[in-house]
């Protein structure tokens, strides 16, 4: 428990040794013209909502939506019983605390996976199989008394804006509505609550490495008073700025291998904030671990030969935390 950044030191005057980053893996400079994400209207036509998640998709594989369902209560209360969390004394989080990444539900701080690079990063985080609810309820957090009830109300409507997007994907790409549901959505929804707290030197580290999601598709709450989100375009790096009410949705490797790389998942990291703390929360839609994810055969052709091999989720995540999150690194280990 003393590795986590959110413990007893309330504050940090340098940034230990161990955070230390490679000059070549410190934070580069942005995109030298400012973009931004796209900010979808869900309310708007179903066919203008199609083409634009479609759009944002290709270019970007992120996206911001707005009107999207999830009461403005349920994100403004998950987001303070998360922060509320990290305050809590060690001891209250003493028994979620664990290095083991075959554990669903733990506090953790600092790495990555088993990539072998060693880097520490400043984050803590608390993982959580999170649906179904009913079944995952008991694993929660009893302290703050807040955060179940603001876990339960945030991820079955997230869960369901999710599931939508999909269906206005497979719409757009050509595949049955229904691709998506059955076990290539069916696993447990994993959620990350992510804490980074204020950085002596953000030059020096960062909060999370460039990295793409394992998943299928992820919804994520961002605080609405800072940015921290970066996103790979362009061979820089934008800023994902704050929207109010909005969540900010990305791609998994997983839908990228089932559309044969028609979508792509994209990296993106998380830059540390020298002034104030930050907590973010995410949340992976995922397959079933026994699910065989391959390209879809509607996008599979002559002059669309297979990209990816097929492979059981379980294994695809033994290996992603072996090679780690890069891009290139899951690229070399499942592409044709």
Known sequence: MEKLLSSARSSHSTVPERFHLPPELRPPALAAAPVSLPVIDLTRGRDEVRSAVLRAGKEFG?????????????????????????RLPAADKASLYSE????????????????????????????????????TKPGWPEKPATLRPALEDFIVP??????????????????????FEG????????????????????????????????????VL???GYVCGLQVSYGGGW??????????????????????????????HRAVANAAVARTSVAAFIMPTMDCVVAPAKELVGEGSPARYRSIAFRDFM????????????VEKAFRI
């Open 238 to 267: 934008i800023d994902v700025e704050p929207v109010p009410g909005a969540l900010v949705v990305n791609f998994g490797h997983q839908l990228e291998i089932a559309t044969n790389g028609l979508l792509r998942s994209v990296e």
């Open 183 to 218: 076990d290539l959505s069916g696993g447990e929804v994993i959620v990350n609550a992510n804490h980074y707290p204020p950085c002596p030197d953000p030059g020096l580290t960062l909060g999370l490495p460039p990295h793409c999601d394992r998943n299928l598709i992820t």
């Open 100 to 135: 083991d990444t075959d554990r669903t539900n733990r506090l953790f701080s600092s790495t990555m996976y088993e990539s072998g690079a060693g880097e520490s990063y400043w984050r803590d985080c608390l993982r959580l199989a999170c649906h179904p609810v009913e079944l």
């Open 158 to 179: 997230a869960r369901s804006v999710g599931m939508e997007l999909l269906r206005l994907l497979c719409e757009g790409v050509g595949l049955r509505p229904d691709y």
């Open 318 to 329: 033994r290996v992603y935390k072996t090679v780690g999150a890069r891009r290139e690194s």
């Open 221 to 223: 709450l961002q605080p």
């Open 62 to 86: 992120f996206f911001q939506v707005i009107n999207h369902g999830v009461p403005e209560r349920a994100l403004r209360e998950l987001e303070a019983a998360c922060v509320d969390f990290f």
